[in-house]
């Protein structure tokens, strides 16, 4: 499967990138245009499902060594984050009016 990326660099700065996968190295922030993620965990043989509805956008960070100091010295290798977000076109409210944002997520044995 292969998606839009949009790699967010800097809080100035952007750039797009097609991919599918890949293990992470370093800093990274990346929001997706798709609506379900798939986080495969190869060590534990599980795959974990985020689906979302509502939000056009998922945003998938991880903060790697230098980026968050209460977390322990290997921590930042054994997580992802991954949000729903209007990261495009953000989604305007306005008073009197209703919308729904889902994000679900499962985890289910890799094939």
């Given at each position: 499967?292969?998606?839009?990326?949009?790699?967010?660099?800097?809080?100035?700065?952007?750039?797009?990138?097609?991919?599918?996968?890949?293990?992470?190295?370093?800093?990274?922030?990346?929001?997706?245009?798709?609506?379900?993620?798939?986080?495969?965990?190869?060590?534990?043989?599980?795959?974990?499902?985020?689906?979302?509805?509502?939000?056009?956008?998922?945003?998938?960070?991880?903060?790697?060594?230098?980026?968050?100091?209460?977390?322990?010295?290997?921590?930042?290798?054994?997580?992802?984050?991954?949000?729903?977000?209007?990261?495009?076109?953000?989604?305007?409210v306005n008073p009197g009016?209703?919308?729904?944002?889902?994000?679900?997520?499962?985890?289910?044995?890799?094939?």
């Open positions: 499967m292969s998606c839009r990326f949009i790699i967010l660099v800097t809080s100035s700065s952007s750039r797009k990138n097609s991919s599918s996968s890949g293990a992470i190295a370093s800093t990274l922030k990346r929001a997706a245009t798709i609506n379900d993620i798939r986080i495969v965990d190869k060590k534990k043989n599980k795959t974990i499902v985020v689906h979302k509805e509502g939000q056009v956008d998922a945003v998938v960070w991880n903060p790697w060594e230098k980026k968050v100091e209460d977390l322990g010295t290997e921590d930042y290798r054994r997580f992802v984050t991954v949000e729903s977000a209007a990261v495009e076109k953000p989604i305007t009016q209703e919308w729904k944002g889902v994000l679900q997520m499962s985890v289910v044995p890799s094939t």
